[in-house]
Antibody, heavy 118, light 106 residues
Framework: QVQLVQSGAEVKKPGSSVKVSCKASGGTFSSYPISWVRQAPGQGFEWMGGIIPIFGRAHYAQKFQGRVTITADESTSTAYMELSSLTSEDTALYYC???????????WGQGTLVTVSS | EIVLTQSPGTLSLSPGERATLSCRASQSVTNNYLAWYRQTPGQAPRLLIYGASTRATGIPARFSGSGSGTDFTLTISRLEPEDFAVYYCQQYGHSPTFGQGTKLEI
């Protein structure tokens, strides 16, 4: 059974960066894709980007290009999402999920709340 | 970007009734890469249907998906109490996008 466990809630100042982690257990981490999806309060979902750890190359939604970096560490079965130049509009629940373009999101992390406030 | 429009926004039904949820895409969905998720308050979404019509592991037979191209439907044949939640469709082609959700309420 695949489990994805994310890091804890963060409070950040406008203009700063945040890095969220997603540790996987079960399955073969290196060969399955991981996506990052966010959900603003009371809103729907936005796919931010994804990575297949064994290939190491991430791809991103156009909206987040240049501001988001997704990486993966095969040695610890952990994926990361770093978002820079934060504004209040980035306040949201951030989820990692197994899947990407071409595959459904079949397992999800518990979500990490990122609050951007001065 | 493919825009997904879900209808209705809110659906009011009772346990035991049949629910029909719609998802319309602004252009044809690649390979019918269309999924449905259910989200209850405070929880992560749960995958119900993928490939437009295939039930995910552990999903009961009362959930069914249909459609192709630009028009897709999720049907719940007999509503159970845990089915009252928000449902989202997602296309997972080149650049995945989600619908805005349908709230299923008692």
């Amino acid at each position: 059974q695949v489990q994805l466990v994310q890091s804890g809630a963060e409070v950040k100042k406008p203009g700063s960066s945040v890095k969220v982690s997603c540790k996987a257990s079960g399955g073969t981490f290196s060969s399955y894709p991981i996506s990052w999806v966010r959900q603003a309060p009371g809103q729907g979902f936005e796919w931010m980007g994804g990575i297949i750890p064994i290939f190491g190359r991430a791809h991103y939604a156009q909206k987040f290009q240049g501001r988001v970096t997704i990486t993966a560490d095969e040695s610890t079965s952990t994926a990361y999402m770093e978002l820079s130049s934060l504004t209040s509009e980035d306040t949201a629940l951030y989820y990692c999920a197994r899947g990407d373009a071409g595959t459904e999101l079949d397992y999800w992390g518990q979500g990490t709340l990122v609050t951007v406030s001065s | 970007e493919i825009v997904l429009t879900q209808s209705p926004g809110t659906l009011s039904l009772s346990p035991g009734e049949r629910a029909t949820l719609s998802c319309r895409a602004s252009q044809s969905v690649t390979n019918n890469y269309l999924a449905w998720y259910r989200q209850t308050p405070g929880q992560a979404p749960r995958l119900l249907i993928y490939g437009a019509s295939t039930r995910a592991t552990g999903i009961p037979a009362r959930f069914s998906g249909s459609g192709s191209g630009t028009d897709f439907t999720l049907t719940i044949s007999r509503l159970e109490p845990e089915d009252f939640a928000v449902y989202y469709c997602q296309q997972y082609g080149h650049s995945p996008t989600f619908g805005q959700g349908t709230k299923l309420e008692i």
